[in-house]
């Protein structure tokens, strides 16, 4: 069940640990210039903030529907006292302006199907030892089911969860595809659009614990991690939820850190 809903902004109960530490200058931007823009933008509705872990590093799996929905995961993070540290393309770096400040805020490239996708896991690997909280989108893509419905998964996060024994935090958003609809490609700049997103308790993995990282034991994590979220997505939307959806680029879970 959904519970501890809060609405709007959190306040206290959120914003006041992540605002006390010294973040830096660059940290301390990115917040005012993306807060400023989702409190008129945005009509939040959070819910489940008891779940997470109270610290500790830890994985979140939110599902992808929209390519507003980042923003959304990270201001519900840090409305919830946390750091979100997201997995990327490592291309987007590329990007002038965009790829320092992704850096200056500690976000997290990767490469993929390279020797470069090793180092990248071993960078998750020291941010979840650091007690950071890094953001893995399973499906790697926003998703193709044509009611927005989660993809089957790629087994990045999966693989994360097995070599650090972190815990995983399925989350669910819904309302970005007001703001952008990968359906159509269309973004609309109307203000206070409703979203929501919750977060549910850590997935039960224990049965995975000390097993080897082969192809059926990371698609077999992979899929209870999606199921988790897909049903927490059914809760948000109030309907009952479909079958995962087909991915057709899904990774053979052999190689690298990939989302």
């Known amino acids: 069940m959904i519970s501890s809903e809060v609405r709007g902004d959190v306040g206290g109960m959120g914003e006041r640990p992540v605002a006390q530490r010294r973040i830096g200058f660059w940290r301390r931007l990115s917040v005012v210039l993306v807060l ?43 409305n ?4 979100p540290r997201f997995l990327a393309k490592a291309s987007i770096w590329k990007i002038p302006v965009l790829g320092f400040l992704l850096t200056k805020t500690l976000q997290i490239p990767v490469e993929r199907g390279s020797v470069e996708a090793v180092r990248s896991l071993d960078t998750l690997i020291a941010a979840i030892q650091q007690g950071g909280v890094v953001v893995i989108y399973p499906e790697g893509t926003t998703t193709r089911e044509p009611g927005l419905w989660p993809m089957r998964g790629k087994t990045g996060a999966a693989r994360l969860a097995l070599a650090t024994g972190a815990p995983v935090v399925p989350m669910a958003t819904w309302g970005a595809q007001r703001v952008h609809d990968p359906r159509t490609n269309k973004i609309s700049l109307k203000p206070r659009v409703p979203v929501s997103v919750t977060v549910g308790k850590p997935v039960d993995l224990s049965r995975f614990h000390g097993a080897a990282p082969t192809k059926t034991v990371l698609e077999q994590m992979t899929e209870q991690i999606q199921l988790a979220s897909r049903d927490l997505l059914g809760e948000l939307r109030a309907e009952t939820p479909p079958p995962l959806f087909p991915n057709a680029r899904r990774s053979s879970g052999t190689t690298g850190p990939s989302a």
Request: glycine share 10%.
């Open 36 to 78: 400023s823009s989702m409190k008129a933008w945005t009509k939040r509705t959070w819910t489940g903030m008891e779940n997470m872990p109270p610290g500790g590093g830890f994985i979140v799996t939110p599902n992808h529907m929209s390519q507003f929905d980042p923003l959304v995961v990270a201001h519900y993070l840090y």
């Open 80 to 83: 919830s006292g946390r750091w």
